[in-house]
């Protein structure tokens, strides 16, 4: 059973920073590539970062400059570092990643639970 877990989601003030944290677990054999999406009241989930099991990244423009997304493959973990943080960044953050299992090596798409950012004064 694979699982991913978020963590690091809190409410902070404009012009603020913030780390999430996603671990995956189960009987990994490979993660690809692993993202953050975030999803805001009565707004469609949204592509914030991506990276690769390369290390290429992609970001969402509305993020470019303030967000970066990082991994590490041996603690199976990705981050988020979020700076500069606006109150259009409010939402449930959603980790994502395309991971391939044991005993199957089948290869399928898991998203975490979600965790929340509030961008308030």
């Known amino acids: 059973q694979v699982q991913l877990v978020e963590s690091g989601g809190e409410s902070v003030q404009p012009g603020g920073s913030l780390r999430l944290s996603c671990a995956a677990s189960?009987?990994?054999?490979?993660?690809?590539?692993m993202g953050w999406y975030r999803q805001a009241p009565g707004k469609e989930r949204e592509l914030v970062a991506q990276?690769?099991?390369?290390?290429?990244?992609n970001y969402a423009d509305s993020v470019k400059g303030r967000f970066t997304i990082s991994r590490d493959d041996a603690k199976n973990t990705i981050y988020l570092q979020m700076n500069s943080l606006k109150p259009e960044d409010t939402a449930v953050y959603y980790c994502?990643?395309?991971?391939?299992?044991?005993?199957?090596?089948?290869?399928?798409?898991?998203w975490g639970q979600g965790t929340q950012v509030t961008v308030s004064s």
């Open positions: 990276i690769t099991s390369g290390g290429s990244t």
């Open positions: 994502n990643a395309d991971i391939m299992a044991w005993p199957t090596l089948s290869t399928h798409n898991y």
């Open positions: 189960g009987n990994i054999a490979r993660i690809s590539a």
